[in-house]
């Protein structure tokens, strides 16, 4: 099934099937035994098809919904750095600032720009690592003081 949702795919791109083996990144007869049912395509090749082209994955695997996946309608002269200008006002100068060094010539001030972020996304990431790693060992030192479930006075040992 899913070899002949992708020759659909392809007729209805107008694609020769060397063309769409190139695009996709697999071999031409690879893509042939696919589409012509005679083999199943691998994860990684179904990856490399979503991937490298716009073809919707739930209507690949499943042939419902949308054969191209849908894509935001970008208006003239509008790109990443003009969306990032529209944030809340709190944060407007901040972003402005960041936009006008980034579109400037200053290659300094990007290199310092780029380290700060990249160094910021791993303070993020080890927060994130410290309090996955606080919530698992909260819950083992829970577990190893061996609280009992049951009212403690039902396990006295001698009686009253």
């Known amino acids: 099934m899913i070899g002949k949702r992708i020759e659909e795919y392809r007729l209805h791109k107008g694609y ?7 695009i996709i990144g697999i ?9 012509n049912e005679h ?21 690949l695997l499943t042939g419902e919904g949308s054969m191209i996946r849908s894509t935001q309608t970008i208006e003239e002269g509008d790109t990443p750095l003009t969306r990032l200008r529209s944030v809340k006002p709190g944060t407007q100068a901040l972003v402005s600032d960041l936009i006008d ?7 300094i ?11 910021f996304k791993i303070s993020v990431d080890r927060k ?18 061996g609280e009992s479930k049951h009212r403690r006075d039902k396990h006295r040992v001698g009686g009253e």
Do not use: Y
């Open 27 to 35: 071999a031409q007869g690879s893509l042939s035994e696919i589409k």
């Open 128 to 145: 994130a690592k410290l309090e996955k790693s606080d919530v698992e060992s909260d819950f083992k030192t829970r577990e190893s003081l």
């Open 109 to 119: 001030m990007k290199t310092a720009i780029t380290e700060n972020i990249k160094a």
């Open 16 to 22: 020769k099937v060397a063309e769409l083996a190139r």
């Open 39 to 59: 083999s199943e395509p691998r994860a990684d090749t179904l990856e490399k098809i979503v991937r490298n082209t716009d073809v919707d994955a739930h209507w």
């Open 101 to 107: 060094i980034l579109e400037s010539d200053d290659a």
